[in-house]
């Protein structure tokens, strides 16, 4: 089963629902602010994604904590994900044997057939 990771009140997040409950594709929805990614977690996202994918530098929360001016190293930003999920660019879907990370309807059709 699917699992689809961010907030309810994210668009992409939302977009991305909508795409499976109009295929009836069952999923799992985790939200972020009630149940946080842990490091683990976010260390096997970067499993199969680049961190450059996964840390979200156009987030309202990556320009309030100023991190452009910290020059982050990908370990840094790896626990930045992790001290604050809102980092982190949604939604990320788990899929059998991969994930993806922000809503893109093609690569999910593909997926799914």
Known sequence: MLKVY???NCASVKKA???FETYGVPYIFID???SPATQKKIDDWLKYVDIHVLFNTKSTTYRT???KDLALNE???AQW???DNMLIKR???EWNDDITVGYNE???QKKLH
């Open 6 to 8: 961010g907030i309810k």
């Open 17 to 19: 629902i909508k795409h």
């Open 32 to 34: 972020l602010r009630e």
């Open 65 to 67: 904590l100023k991190l």
């Open 75 to 77: 370990k840094e930003k």
């Open 81 to 83: 994900l992790t001290k």
């Open 91 to 93: 939604p990320v879907v």
């Open 106 to 108: 093609s690569v999910y």
